[in-house]
């Protein structure tokens, strides 16, 4: 076969084209707040009040968008691999919903043979990992996961440095 010969073969469809998505017009998402720094022993004081409260999860850990750890409050779990694979996750997260065309994505949520595991994003660049204990059902450890990114929320300083709020003891 000569190379005039394969230019000559019928053109195949060209392959799909991402387009980027529109912009919506609104307020830009809270990951786009900037905050101060968060203190990590103080995270991880708050991250062990959470899992006090909660019955249901196993595991927090708190991590940052490019994957690195701030602080966790899990056991058997490699804390540096569990926060970079998060933040793939919810990257992946991210362009899924984009693509199926459902809205933003708020979290991301992994069934596994013993527990769940749950990736919110959150304010800045933030991600909370939630782990639940084995023996719990999909929909309680929705809720529980739920719970822990709310109670995480109220321990964020708010935009400009103002003090943080206490979690109830």
Known sequence: MTSADTHSQPSRTPLPVRKPAP?????????????????????????????EQLDQV???????????????????????????????????????????????????????SSGYVCVFPVEGSLLLVVFGQPDITMGLFTLAAKQALTLFRHHLPAPGGAPRTRLPE
């Open 23 to 51: 912009e919506t017009g609104g307020p830009p998402p809270d990951r786009a707040v900037k905050r101060p720094p968060l203190d990590s022993d103080q995270t991880l004081e708050v991250l062990h009040r959470i899992r």
């Open 58 to 112: 196993a595991g927090l850990l708190v991590a940052t968008h490019d994957g690195l750890v701030l602080a966790d409050d899990t056991r058997a779990v490699e804390a540096d691999s569990v926060a970079a694979m998060s933040a793939a996750a919810v990257g992946l997260a991210a362009q899924f919903t984009a693509q199926a065309r459902i809205g933003e994505s708020r979290s991301a949520m992994f069934e596994g």
